[in-house]
């Protein structure tokens, strides 16, 4: 069983920064891929960025990569989502995942066995 605290959402203007923190419980953390998703009003899901257990291969949807950086830290349990360049499209609910299988795989939601209760991201034009 993991469970999974997001923390850092907020409101800020375009152009700015955000790095949202997820702290994961657990012994085997180190075991688990983790990925960040998000929703905004009337949306679907949207996969976001996943790293692998090892922290050593990531993958980014298009709509973020260049501006989004995932990393997580084994020892303090904890995964991040560092957002520069923000934009009024990002704001959404954004949620940390776990998925037992470590490596990188797939985009679907579907794979995550783990969620987070979701934090707020609001960017102003």
């Known amino acids: 069983q993991v469970q999974l605290v997001e923390s850092g959402g907020g409101l800020v203007q375009a152009g700015d920064s955000l790095r949202l923190s997820c702290a994961a419980s657990g012994r085997t953390f180190s075991t688990y891929a983790m990925g960040w998703f998000r929703q905004a009003p009337g949306k679907e899901r949207e996969f976001l960025s996943r790293?692998?257990?090892?922290?050593?291969?990531?993958n980014y949807a298009d709509s973020v990569k260049g501006r989004f950086t995932i990393s997580r830290d084994n020892v303090k349990n904890m995964v991040y989502l560092q957002m520069n360049s923000l934009k009024p499209e990002d704001t959404a609910v954004y949620y940390c995942?776990?998925?037992?299988?470590?490596?990188?795989?797939?985009?679907?939601?579907?794979?995550?066995?783990?969620w987070g209760q979701g934090t707020q991201v609001t960017v102003s034009s």
């Open positions: 790293i692998t257990g090892s922290g050593g291969n990531t």
């Open positions: 995942t776990a998925d037992r299988y470590g490596g990188i795989r797939g985009t679907s939601s579907a794979v995550y066995e783990y």
